[in-house]
């Protein structure tokens, strides 16, 4: 390998793109394609980076498995960037079994944590915790330390596990100093933010105010009766009772949550729960059989109580009931929770994601495009969405995956 060529990969490991680019802008061979490849990713043009990442994986011989291989983990990681998640996420585990068979540890457990992020962002936290197992960060050089625990930290803060967060970003924010890599300070930095705002509002007895990550942990651990308004679901002493998908339902008990000791009145558990204005025999009829419904979802955890205006809710063991709610509530909250991170999403990605149909995201797409909320650029399947950082906005509890307890 030359000189300029070292140089070049010098510059891009401490993330100096333009840097590399002086030393290998004008060549045409394939480690020079490779590394101007990865310069381009590190500037921001994705598509030109991974244009110029498959023609040097094309340029690499036969007997160069191992630059190729990395030339494919390098468009897995753009990919990633960008919200690619449909891509072939095979040819990534194909590289790593490469790297890993011609000894380049490094790169190899590199490709790892790519995977290991794209199942963070789907939500499947079980699965990459699974891999993370595998991984022993110790020989890790500093930037690939740092981007390790940002995702041992991003799997603790989805599962609401704050002190396990702040010892991994604590290690990560060490590792990208020794790394002197600016964006990775950064996005340390960023990371770091999200355990300082709020994260959740609580709702009790006609009050409320806002919890940092680390009080919603606590309030989900204590004995309280919560209505999880974030995840659709109810926390009682000794069990959670999901009603993810029945939103009726839901409804009903948000409402019997936020009035505890209180009752509510039947016409207004029949206007929020059915969506109408006025209520006749029938409504009354259906609001009798959802509640001896939910009665009997509920039966572990508390009784509803039929009042001479309404319904009253009763807790088996809890001494207070609260209703824990995003700071800032919006029909669409779950589309923006994800593009709260500040990064550009596809809609496929988004569906992906979230686990609904691509019509139905981009409906919601579209309504937050007409009140202003995001907006897009390119057109078909290059068409991407993002929004600035919403100030107070949940990025936690409103993402896909499963539930803290589990």
């Known amino acids: 390998m030359d000189s300029l ?14 840097g590399a680019l002086k030393r290998v802008a004008l060549r045409e061979d ?45 468009e897995a990681e753009i990919a990633l960037v960008s919200r690619d998640l ?51 960060p110790t020989p890790f050089p500093p930037a690939s330390r740092a981007a390790h625990e940002l995702v041992v930290a991003g799997i603790a803060i989805r599962r609401l596990q704050t002190k396990r967060a702040r010892a991994a970003l604590q290690v990560a924010g060490q590792a990208a100093r020794a ?16 355990l300082e705002m709020p994260a959740g509002r609580v709702i009790a007895r006609g009050e409320e105010h806002l919890l940092r990550l680390d009080e919603v942990e606590t309030l989900l651990a ?28 839901f409804a009903l008990m948000r409402h019997l949550g936020e009035a505890w000791p209180g009752d509510v009145p039947r016409s207004t558990l029949i206007a929020d729960a059915f969506r109408i204005r006025h209520a006749d025999e029938t409504h009354r009829a259906r609001l009798r059989v959802e509640v001896g419904r939910l009665r009997a979802i509920l039966r572990p955890l508390a009784d509803i109580s039929a009042t001479e205006l309404g319904f009253a809710l009763l807790p088996h063991a809890a001494c207070e009931v609260v ?39 981009q409906r ?7 009140d202003g ?27 896909p995956g499963p539930l803290p307890i589990d």
Do not use: Y
């Not at 891509?87 to 790519?114: F, Y």
């Not at 600016?182 to 999200?194: N, T």
């Not at 800032?328 to 992906?352: F, T």
């Open 222 to 249: 204590s004995p309280t009766f919560v209505v999880d308004a974030c995840r659709h679901v109810v926390h009682g002493a000794d069990a959670v009772v999901s009603l993810a998908t029945r939103p009726i339902l």
């Open 86 to 136: 449909g891509w072939p996420v095979k040819a990534l585990e194909a590289a790593r079994a490469t790297l890993d068979s011609h000894g380049d540890r490094i790169n190899a457990a590199h490709a790892r944590n790519i995977e290991v992020r794209r199942l963070l962002l789907l939500g499947r936290l079980d699965d990459a915790e699974r891999m993370l197992a595998d991984l022993d």
């Open 30 to 74: 394939a480690p020079s394609l490779a590394l101007r490849g990865i310069a381009m990713a590190q500037l921001g043009d994705f598509a030109r980076a991974k244009l110029l990442l498959r023609r040097a994986a094309r340029g690499f011989g036969s007997r160069e498995a191992v630059a190729r291989a990395r030339c494919i983990v390098a």
């Open 5 to 18: 060529i070292t140089a070049a990969a010098r510059a891009l490991a401490t993330g100096d793109p333009l």
């Open 364 to 370: 919601a797409l579209e309504s937050l495009a007409a």
């Open 179 to 194: 790394a002197r890599i600016p964006a990775l300070m950064a996005e340390v930095e960023s990371a770091s933010r999200v």
């Open 323 to 361: 209703v824990l709610a995003p700071p800032v509530e919006d029909r669409h909250a779950a589309v923006l929770a994800l593009l709260a991170d500040g990064e550009s999403w596809s809609s496929s990605a988004l569906s992906m994601a979230l686990g609904a149909s691509p019509r139905t995201v």
């Open 373 to 399: 909320k995001v907006q897009s650029f390119g057109r078909g399947p290059a068409r991407r969405w993002m929004t600035p950082p919403v100030p107070d906005f949940p990025s936690i509890l409103l993402l």
